[in-house]
């Protein structure tokens, strides 16, 4: 298993601005994705997160909304920009070792945009 | 069409009771799959791996049916500590998690 270290745990922003999500794995890892979950709902991918490379978002996210960066194979980090209340949410990184092995995730970061 | 559909739920059992999520995938490339389980206001956990031929974890038993692209997750003899959503997760080659909606089960004494 793999230890995730995502930061921050929560915050209350302005709407307009942008917020930088951090996640610290510790140990290298193969996939790393960042997913989105709005209140009572299940999780959605928002892009996969490749190491040197610019990320593969998923129908219906852009890179100018949610730039992600992964500058090595443990650190990541997801940026929300040009807040709205409906980016409201929790985030979440996840890791996987492996093609088709399970996903660890970080504690998630509770996003309230007013 | 969801490409992973669960039970709506929510359920509500008795503690002792024996309960059965299904769940059904779209994707009959996808290679593998789990059952997670996710507290009110905490990030999703592995509960189990779900493998053609059955798996068992003490009351937890899952089962993947691949003609059918059909996963099923039983607990036995349900304790209060059981209540949460459980999420169905399929993954593609691409190493990507899809995940279900979630079902909820309560847990009374």
């Known amino acids: 298993s793999a230890v995730i270290s995502q930061k921050p745990s929560r915050d209350i922003c302005q709407r307009g601005t942008s917020l930088t999500i951090q996640c610290q794995v510790d140990?290298?890892?193969?996939?790393m994705f960042w997913y989105r979950q709005q209140p009572g709902q299940s999780l959605t991918l928002i892009a996969t997160?490749?190491?040197?490379?610019?990320?593969?978002?998923e129908s219906g996210f852009v890179i100018d909304k949610f730039p992600i960066s992964r500058p090595n194979l443990t650190f990541s980090t997801l940026t929300v920009s040009n807040m709205s209340p409906e980016d409201s949410s929790i985030y979440l990184c996840?890791?996987?070792?492996?093609?088709?092995?399970?996903?660890?995730f970080g504690q998630g970061t509770r996003l309230t945009v007013v | 069409r969801k490409e992973v559909e669960q039970d709506p739920g929510p359920f509500n059992v008795p503690e002792g009771a024996t309960v059965a999520f299904n769940c059904t995938y779209s994707?009959?490339?996808?290679?593998?799959f789990f059952w997670y389980r996710q507290d009110c206001r905490k990030e999703p956990k592995l509960l189990m791996s779900?493998?053609?031929s059955g798996n068992e974890d003490g009351r937890f038993t899952a089962q993947l049916n691949r003609a059918s692209q059909y996963i099923s997750l039983l607990i036995r003899d349900s304790k209060l500590s059981d209540s949460a959503t459980y999420l169905c997760?399929?993954?593609?080659?691409?190493?990507?998690?899809?995940f279900g909606d979630g079902t909820t089960l309560t847990v009374k004494p």
């Open positions: 996840s890791v996987t070792g492996h093609l088709n092995t399970e996903a660890f």
């Open positions: 140990s290298q890892v193969t996939m």
């Open positions: 997160a490749n190491q040197g490379s610019e990320a593969t978002y």
């Open positions: 994707n009959s490339a996808s290679q593998s």
């Open positions: 779900v493998y053609s």
């Open positions: 997760v399929v993954n593609t080659n691409a190493g990507k998690s899809t």
